[in-house]
């Protein structure tokens, strides 16, 4: 059973950083893609980031262009666990943080797209003050 835990969510002011963590258990995770999204109060769940796996030390990465040169996504397959790191927050990055990971994919490839990924975390919430 494959089981994705998010945590690090919180309530910071604007201008801060929060980290982000995703557990995930089940299985291996070293070959594959993993993603962070995110849902705003009335708003439809969006893209935040993505990393490729790569069976060395190099990945490839993608980011939403609103959290670009703010947010970092990495990742520790010792340790099953993907990160996003949260810089310079703003009031607008407030929502519910979701992991998913992508099975299947190829090396060195990522995916925007909801439905490529095939399990997701029940979120953590992160709210930003201004």
């Known amino acids: 059973q494959v089981q994705l835990v998010e945590s690090g969510g919180g309530l910071v002011q604007a201008g801060g950083s929060l980290r982000l963590s995703c557990a995930a258990s089940?299985?291996?995770?070293?070959?594959?893609?993993m993603g962070w999204f995110r849902q705003a109060p009335g708003k439809e769940r969006e893209f935040v980031a993505a990393?490729?796996?790569?069976?060395?030390?190099?990945?490839?990465?993608d980011y939403a262009d609103s959290v670009k040169g703010r947010f970092t996504i990495s990742r520790d397959n010792a340790k099953n666990t993907l990160y996003l790191q949260m810089n310079s927050l703003k009031p607008e990055d407030t929502a519910v943080y979701y992991c998913?990971?992508?099975?299947?994919?190829?090396?060195?490839?990522?995916?925007?797209?909801?439905?490529?990924?095939?399990?997701w975390g029940q979120g953590t919430q992160v709210t930003v003050s201004s």
């Open positions: 990393i490729s796996w790569s069976g060395g030390s190099l990945y490839y990465t």
């Open positions: 089940g299985r291996t995770f070293s070959n594959v893609a």
């Open positions: 998913a990971a992508d099975f299947g994919v190829r090396r060195y490839v990522t995916s925007r797209r909801l439905n490529e990924y095939d399990y």
